[in-house]
């Protein structure tokens, strides 16, 4: 009976030793300095619109470089095991595909994962619609204690600071120590080189639509026409934020109030064929239930955006021709582009 019991506790030391070693050894993932180096043109094209964060910086190509590193690396949770990766996938349009998403310790985000595609425009941000720049805001998902759980950026500093090849990295494309501002400024210019210039819809942009089918021809009218669609979701990333945030009257009552009185950020459109669930609750699978919402589902809510007080009224098939529309607003160029992709690969 004794020895059963030795044994058991041996084997439960055993146990804990290889989980303690697991995250030793997460310390010392394998990581190439050189990485941050490899010769990505982050801002390569003339980028069409005007750029809020660090791309007209002289080195900016190596800041969203180091950028891209800190983006997937597991370090810059408290116990080593979430990215921001984790939740912001690039195969999906940097976003999640489940409701809400697991972060530190398998705790639930109590809203579903935006996509992180053409940020760089936008003046508001996470689905409270905050104003600002996102270098203002991007260090917040780190010390949040259901995504990354970091006591505090203080505390990030100090653990990177440890890591040589990250000292060796920050002298080299700041010539300044690890720093909040510096480690803000890399995450927030990588996450703005992230830009959607290729999908279907642009493309047509620039030959008249001759690329389109005629259903996705009709869509678009709808989008821009009967649908009213592009009276919140216009403009070039498809979210018309100069509105500010609306409700779309998703439920009489909202259990998740957003700003306020079930007001959410107008999200861009952009790569939604990839971004699925919808919603800030992640409440809708897929793009039919998105367009049977606007035509069928719309709840009576004294704050009901005034845009959508008429009934949208369309037919199944102009349903089915919005939602084909909509297909053409996704870029498979940026989601499979090397200089996103994680680099501990
Ligand atoms: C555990 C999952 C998770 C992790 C990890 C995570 N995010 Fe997020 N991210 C979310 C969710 C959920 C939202 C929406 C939150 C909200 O509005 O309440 C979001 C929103 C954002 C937004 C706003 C996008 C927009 O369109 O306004 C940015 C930017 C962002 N995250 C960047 C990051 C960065 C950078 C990291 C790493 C430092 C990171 N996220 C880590 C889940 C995550
Ligand atoms: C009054 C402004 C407004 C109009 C008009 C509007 N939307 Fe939206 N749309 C929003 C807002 C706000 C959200 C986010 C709501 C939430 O999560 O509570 C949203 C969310 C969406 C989403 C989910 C995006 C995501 O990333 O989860 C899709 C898809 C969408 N709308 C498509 C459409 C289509 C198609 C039309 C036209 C039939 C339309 N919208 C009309 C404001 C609008």
Redesign the pocket.
């Known amino acids: 009976m004794k020895t059963k019991y030795l044994l058991l506790t041996a084997t439960l030391i055993f146990i804990v030793f290889l989980i303690g070693c697991q995250e030793d050894s997460d310390l010392e993932q394998p990581f190439n300095p050189d990485l941050a180096l490899e010769d990505f043109d982050y801002f390569e094209e003339a980028i069409p619109y005007e750029s809020t964060a660090y791309s007209e910086a002289s080195n900016h190509d190596k800041i969203a470089g180091l950028g891209r590193i800190l983006f997937y690396d597991s370090r810059l949770s408290q116990n080593n095991s979430i990215a921001c990766a984790s939740c912001h996938h690039q195969e999906i349009g940097f ?1 999640d595909n489940t409701q809400f998403s697991s972060g530190l310790h398998n705790f639930e985000t109590s809203r ?1 994962t ?2 992180l595609v053409n940020n760089a425009y936008q003046i508001s941000h996470f ?1 409270e619609g905050q104003r600002g720049k996102i270098e203002d805001h991007i260090l917040s998902p780190i010390s949040n204690h259901t995504e990354m759980g970091m006591k505090d950026i203080e505390a990030l500093v100090e653990k990177l600071s440890e890591i040589e090849a990250y000292n060796k990295l920050f002298n080299e494309v700041f010539d300044e120590p690890i720093n909040e501002e510096l480690i803000a400024i890399s995450l927030s210019t990588f996450v703005a080189s992230i830009i959607s210039y290729n999908s279907k819809f642009d493309k047509g942009n620039e030959n008249n639509f001759a690329n389109f089918t005629n259903t996705e021809k009709r869509g678009k009218d ?2 821009f026409g009967k ?7 216009g403009g070039d990333h498809y979210a ?1 934020e100069w ?1 500010g ?4 009257g ?1 439920d009489k009552e909202y259990e998740d109030q ?1 700003a306020e009185n ?8 952009r790569n ?1 064929s990839l ?8 409440r ?1 699978e897929t ?1 039919e239930e ?2 049977n919402h ?2 069928h589902g719309i709840q009576d809510h004294p704050d009901l ?4 007080q008429e009934p ?1 009224s ?1 037919t199944d098939l102009e349903k089915s021709e ?1 939602v084909e529309f ?1 297909h053409t607003l996704t870029d498979y160029e940026l989601v499979s582009d090397e200089k996103f992709s994680d680099p501990f690969r």
């Open positions: 976003s579903n935006m996509t689905w709808l989008f649908a009213k669609c592009s009276s919140c979701h018309a509105r945030n609306a409700n779309i998703l957003g079930g007001k959410f950020k107008v999200p861009s459109l939604i971004t699925a669930p919808y919603m800030h609750d992640g809708f793009l998105v367009v606007y035509v955006d005034w845009e959508l949208i369309l919005l909509l």
